[in-house]
Nanobody
Framework: VRLVESGGGLMQAGGSLRLSCAVS????????MGWFRQAPGKEREFVAG????????DYAESVKGRFTISRDNAKSTLSLEMNSLKAEDTGVYYC????????????????WGQGTQVTVSS
């Protein structure tokens, strides 16, 4: 399974970015997919996830109402629309595939992309 993120960059606070993840080699659309981020000196944290079974979405409290996760199984892509960006959203964003239908912690995921840097200036 290979995951490749794109779309990161530098943005001013209040702006928007859209991240994409190209997925290849995954044998089933039933696996959950998610986005995580890691700021310098901090642990990797859950941002958003989408169930492969139900399509239900989960979000970290810090991004609810601002970020939207979506997946297009026909195109094998996962996306994260990020609006009203804040300086604290800065970090490396990782796309990941769950070991089961869904997940909200690092341990639920067993395939990871290399990450894409998002920097929000205040």
């Amino acid at each position: 399974v290979r995951l490749v993120e794109s779309g990161g960059g530098l943005m001013q606070a209040g702006g928007s970015l859209r991240l994409s993840c190209a997925v290849s080699g995954s044998t089933s659309d039933l696996y959950g997919m998610g986005w995580f981020r890691q700021a310098p000196g901090k642990e990797r944290e859950f941002v958003a996830g989408i169930s492969g079974l139900t399509g239900d979405r989960d979000y970290a409290e810090s991004v609810k109402g601002r970020f939207t996760i979506s997946r297009d199984n026909a195109k094998s892509t996962l996306s994260l629309e990020m609006n009203s960006l804040k300086a604290e959203d800065t970090g490396v964003y990782y796309c990941a595939r769950s070991q089961s239908y869904s997940g909200t912690v690092v341990g639920d995921y067993n395939y990871w992309g290399q990450g894409t840097q998002v920097t929000v200036s205040s």
